[in-house]
T-cell receptor
Framework: NAGVTQTPKFQVLKTGQSMTLQCAQD?????MYWYRQDPGMGLRLIYY?????TTDKGEVPNGYNVSRLNKREFSLRLESAAPSQTSVYFC????WGFGGELFFGEGSRLTVL | SQQGEEDPQALSIQEGENATMNCSYK?????LQWYRQNSGRGLVHLIL?????REKHSGRLRVTLDTSKKSSSLLITASRAADTASYFC?????????????FGQGTTLQVKP
């Protein structure tokens, strides 16, 4: 049982390049989330998907797009990467709506030069 | 701005002592959760307290919630070196089918052997 799997684990981009972070969960969870973590800032919610077919903005959505491909997968895309997007990105999932714990992936460390 | 704010930002204690971390939030919540993060890893859920609960225990963890003050505290009793980690509160609010979970900035705990 892998839980939440993120790929890639590490990535270096140049300013203006695009990339997609992939996330998959095998726990049959309805809700999935993308967070970024920066030193001293804790985790900030980028986008989330309460259920398959829906996505909503979080605290810091600018510069990102998401796709809930199916119930298992939730991807995060950077169309034109900027140095300010250098961060560690975490994907998480949980059962429907609120009231349950989040299960996190191990993170994807992204550096934009 | 972030929903949750934690205090202190950093805490250093000796093994065997108790550690207390506080979390304040801004808007009404459905529940509040505490997570732990070891260096370089994803977050792991510790405990959840619902808005109609005032105190909850789990092993050496004790969580309190004061909705009138919009604050929560996490107490770790008889700390161990293995408790060294960052601890985050997360507030769970929104309607039943949206489930937005917002994290605080975290408290870094160092337990010295």
């Amino acid at each position: 049982n892998a839980g939440v799997t993120q790929t890639p684990k590490f990535q270096v981009l140049k300013t203006g390049q695009s990339m997609t972070l992939q996330c998959a969960q095998d726990m049959n969870h309805n809700s999935m989330y993308w967070y970024r973590q920066d030193p001293g800032m804790g985790l900030r919610l980028i986008y989330y998907s309460a259920s398959e077919g829906t996505t909503d903005k979080g605290e810091v959505p600018n510069g990102y797009n998401v796709s809930r491909l199916n119930k298992r997968e939730f991807s995060l895309r950077l169309e034109s990467a900027a140095p300010s997007q250098t961060s560690v990105y975490f994907c998480a999932s949980r059962e429907w709506g609120f009231g349950g714990e989040l299960f996190f992936g191990e993170g994807s460390r992204l550096t934009v030069l | 701005s972030q929903q949750g704010e934690e205090d202190p930002q950093a805490l250093s204690i000796q093994e065997g002592e108790n550690a207390t971390m506080n979390c304040s939030y801004k808007t009404s919540i459905n529940n509040l959760q505490w997570y732990r993060q070891n260096s370089g890893r994803g977050l792991v859920h510790l405990i959840l307290i619902r808005s109609n609960e005032r105190e909850k225990h789990s092993g050496r963890l004790r969580v309190t919630l004061d909705t009138s003050k919009k604050s929560s505290s996490l107490l770790i009793t008889a700390s161990r070196a293995a408790d060294t980690a960052s601890y985050f509160c997360a507030t769970d609010f929104g309607s039943s089918n949206t489930g937005k979970l917002i994290f605080g900035q975290g408290t870094t705990l160092q337990v010295k052997p």
